[in-house]
């Protein structure tokens, strides 16, 4: 990562290019942007925020209009800056904006918009516009004369890089989850002309739902599709390694609250329950328990005969998704069928398994990257058993091509060390990587923590009450731990009784330190 600092007027100006002493965090020399952009920057009360966009003497070159761009910079109670870099800005000339102190601690927004007119490539990213005229970047956050470093992040970084194979670079980025898990991301002899750089915790997958295909796929295939962040889970993307300093949350520049670098905290789980319909027909109700320090996918499974095992053949399994760091009661509702759709009697004993085997999970998708000749390292830097290297990839169901295009080896799914780079390709126009989102992904096992365990109910606590005539569900439940393969599970085993109780919500769970909490 080139590191520069231009003297920042605050005007449309004039700067020459490439004579830049050490400073302010650049853009790397051999990539530009065109299109969409926005880059945000945390800054402490009494530092300064400047930044800088100049033309380069590069274009688009499929037939995009030349327009203007209008650059912006808003931070915590400052007036908001704004630019506009006219669509005949000379090259080497651009929009400058002078240091400006802060006047309170918080993140600033600076960005990058191109006109609506402007040309989108869908297959690299829906929401995203490439216009015209190419731009270098630099943005600095200070303290005094000193330069504060890990400060600037984006959340999907579009870049323009000519087909010139010169073109061609090595990227080190950082990204940082919600729940506190930070990787570092090598990409090794990177070349994706018009590509977007972004990571989520869902990836591929299966229609437009979010669940996880885990595997690569082609830009046409109608059964699957990039999340590209609209699952949420969307990691933040660190030009730099994240500052030590940087605070778990704070102020926006519009006032609200974000996460900026969180500490992680293992996700727990309390308090599960089945709420029944006392239908009549079937084994319908709602299951509810507390979820708490969890972002990501996890499943509900139903053992619908109450043998002790929940991958049967009729057991059924409800996928769920956390998208924000979840905070409290977690309610899902159960039909009361089994995985043909058969009707379960309201008589039948069913068991209940919340199930999450995967935290720090992370998705690196390849949108029409024509090539990455070096591979891609990525290491999980934090968490248990940090640092780790593995990565994982399924390239089997795409298209053959010839061997001198095609990915080393396709089957990555034993998630091989990937120090030094893996799973790369060859660059041209026609690669493995063209028109193809390439999903390459990695997680760490959960560990799970949770309460309220007993045991499964006796026939004794399902006496009838001669007072009660109505047969409603009550729940006896149970948290345990079943650690196999990294898989750990909370159940709750439901019976039929009478003598109904008025419906509670389950309370919250003991505070930290409580005794009772065991790790499962």
Known sequence: MKRAFFGLVLAFGVAVFGMQPA?????????????????????????SVSAEFLRVNHDEPFGTPREDVTITVDGPGAEQQRCVAPKDVPVGQGCRFAP??????????????????AKAYPEVSPAVRWAKNLFSWNISVKAG?????????????????????????????????????IYRATYKGYHGQISTLSADAVGIRSGTGCVSAYQSSEVGNTKLSPALGSCGNAY????????????????????????VRPNISR????????????????????ITFFLRNFIGQYQIKIDVDNDGGFNGQNDVVIHQQMKRLSGGLQSVRFDGTDKTGQIISPNQKIGIMVEITKVAEIHLVAADVEGRTGGLELVRVSGNNAPTTGLCWNDTELTEMPASLTTPILDGRACPDSTKGVHSWAYADASWGNARYIDDWVYATAELQGTNTTVYPKEDETAVSAASGNTVAAVMAIVGG??????????????????????QLPPPPPAPGDPNIGSL
């Open 23 to 47: 400073g302010a965090l650049s853009s790397d020399p051999k990539l530009f942007i065109s299109a969409d952009n926005t880059f945000y920057a945390y800054a402490k009360a009494g530092e």
């Open 100 to 117: 400006v102190t802060a006047q309170a601690a918080g993140i600033w927004r600076v960005q990058f918009a191109v006109p609506q007119t």
């Open 145 to 181: 004369q000193t330069e504060q470093t890990g400060r600037i992040w984006t959340e999907r970084y579009a870049i323009r890089q000519p087909a010139d194979v010169a073109f061609t670079t090595n990227l080190n980025y950082h990204y940082v989850s919600e729940d506190g898990y």
């Open 236 to 259: 933040k993307l660190f030009f730099e390694e994240p500052a030590g300093n940087l605070p778990a949350t704070a102020k926006t520049w519009d006032g609200k609250d974000d996460w």
């Open 267 to 286: 996700p727990s789980i309390s308090e599960l329950n089945f709420d029944s319909d006392k239908s009549v027909d079937q084994q319908s109700g709602t």
């Open 482 to 503: 079943v650690v196999a393969a990294g898989i750990v599970v909370a159940a709750v085993i439901l019976i039929r009784r009478k003598n109904k109780r008025p419906p």
